[in-house]
């Protein structure tokens, strides 16, 4: 049971990068932080400036909206071919084509082998297809590319827990937190996995 509670935060996390930025916007709080500012033009000063104001953030809903606003700055992959190859994959995956919807990630990250979110649309779609290992290795790549990248830690707690390693569980979650501290499921994942590992060296 804990472990599809995992899963669900999981994919929650990492699903949501998938909705339309129309939607995405609807979401954020009007006391999100505005990236179109001019003192931050480029694509790596407004994800920035986002995560700044992401880890001081202490309102759920509040943080919630500038999570939303970065989940829209990854969704831009810079090349309308690469853009146009994720909404496939969305559509693909709405239709349960999994096989179609790898074939067009795959294509994705070959073109744009420096995008978070073709890696983690993969690693999301691994871990719905039960394929753990190569879920995980998706989600080394989307770390290397993106530490900070909190859909990537959860998926990596997720597993982590499933395959018996809640140390490294532990460590996943506590790196989400620093990261995103006010989000409340992971905040509840981080306290309980720390009781239950307290217990046990007791």
Known sequence: MRFFMLAALYLSLALVASAPADALAQQADKASVDPSSTAF?????RL????????REANPDAAKGIANQIRREW??????????????T???VDEDKNAAALDYLDEAIRLRP??????????????KMGNYRKSMSDLNQVLKIEPRHFGALAGMAAIMA????DELSLKAWEKFLDVY???????????DLSEKLTGQRT
């Open 41 to 45: 033009a480029t694509q790596a000063q």
């Open 48 to 55: 920035d400036k986002l995560f700044d104001a992401l880890k």
């Open 75 to 88: 969704q831009d992959s810079g090349s309308a071919t690469v853009n146009l190859l994720m909404q496939w």
């Open 90 to 92: 969305d559509k693909a």
């Open 114 to 127: 420096d995008y978070v979110e073709g890696w983690n649309r993969r690693a999301t779609l691994h871990f």
């Open 162 to 165: 499933q395959t018996g390693r």
């Open 181 to 191: 501290p006010a989000e409340r499921d992971a905040q509840k994942e981080f306290g």
